[in-house]
């Protein structure tokens, strides 16, 4: 195990954001928003579109978020293997956690698991504590934003093994996301320690 010691988030600096800047967060908080609430209905509908704005509407109005800055950039092919491969996660879990439900046999084992980040920013430990949490099977418990540490409660762990899989899992997630839209930084730091090295918190 690693002894590192904690390690401070790594968020850049804030500048003051233009009204443009403003409105364009604006707008991804709302999509991010609705598309999270279409996910929990489980239907592509006009109503459930109309119900989502409704909803991250007032959510904005009520609860305003800080800022979130954002120092990387969108790459559009690895944006398309992030989706294609977390549509593939969400049908194998599906099946798993269904498997479970109708096979006799003792009750599923369970396990909380610690998994630490390559990059401690508030946006990657959002983006994947909520991946992780559309999964079936899996649910965020804590995230330490001190340590970058996301602590998961996983549904059908009966080994070290399978404890050590889920955790290089979170780490893969991890990777794509900043691949993705990480900053060139982020995604050296995630080349350089492979998931294999990483993801056990002292």
Same mark, same amino acid.
């Given at each position: 195990?690693?002894?590192?010691?904690?390690?401070?988030?790594?968020?850049?600096?804030?500048?003051?954001?233009?009204?443009?800047?403003?409105?364009?967060?604006?707008?991804?908080?709302?999509?991010?928003?609705?598309?999270?609430?279409?996910?929990?209905?489980?239907?592509?509908?006009?109503?459930?579109?109309?119900?989502?704005?409704?909803?991250? $509407?007032? +959510?904005? *109005?009520?609860?305003?978020?800080?800022?979130?800055?954002?120092?990387?950039?969108?790459?559009? +092919?690895?944006?398309?293997?992030?989706?294609?491969?977390?549509?593939?996660?969400?049908?194998? *879990?599906?099946?798993?956690?269904?498997?479970? !439900?109708?096979?006799?046999?003792?009750?599923?084992?369970?396990?909380?698991? &610690? !998994?630490?980040?390559?990059?401690?920013?508030?946006?990657?430990?959002?983006?994947?504590?909520?991946?992780?949490?559309?999964?079936?099977?899996?649910?965020?418990?804590?995230?330490?934003?001190?340590?970058?540490?996301?602590?998961?409660?996983?549904?059908?762990?009966?080994?070290?093994? @399978?404890?050590?899989?889920?955790?290089?899992?979170?780490? @893969?997630? @991890? &990777?794509?996301?900043? @691949? $993705?839209?990480?900053?060139?930084?982020?995604?050296?730091?995630?080349?350089?320690?492979? !998931?294999?090295?990483?993801?056990?918190? *002292?």
């Amino acid at each position: 195990m690693r002894s590192d010691p904690p390690t401070q988030p790594t968020d850049p600096a804030r500048p003051p954001l233009s009204r443009t800047a403003r409105r364009r967060n604006q707008v991804v908080a709302v999509t991010a928003l609705v598309a999270v609430w279409v996910l929990l209905w489980g239907t592509l509908s006009w109503a459930n579109i109309i119900g989502g704005l409704v909803v991250a $509407a007032v +959510l904005l *109005a009520v609860f305003p978020l800080p800022p979130v800055t954002f120092a990387g950039r969108v790459r559009p +092919l690895p944006l398309l293997r992030f989706w294609l491969h977390f549509l593939r996660d969400l049908v194998v *879990a599906s099946a798993q956690v269904a498997w479970l !439900a109708v096979r006799v046999g003792p009750t599923p084992r369970s396990a909380i698991i &610690a !998994a630490r980040l390559r990059v401690n920013t508030d946006l990657n430990l959002t983006l994947t504590a909520e991946a992780l949490s559309l999964l079936p099977g899996s649910l965020i418990l804590e995230a330490d934003r001190r340590t970058g540490t996301l602590y998961i409660h996983v549904l059908g762990v009966t080994s070290r093994d @399978e404890v050590e899989r889920f955790r290089r899992g979170v780490l @893969e997630l @991890e &990777a794509r996301i900043i @691949e $993705a839209i990480g900053s060139p930084e982020e995604l050296r730091r995630v080349r350089e320690t492979p !998931a294999d090295r990483e993801g056990v918190p *002292a």
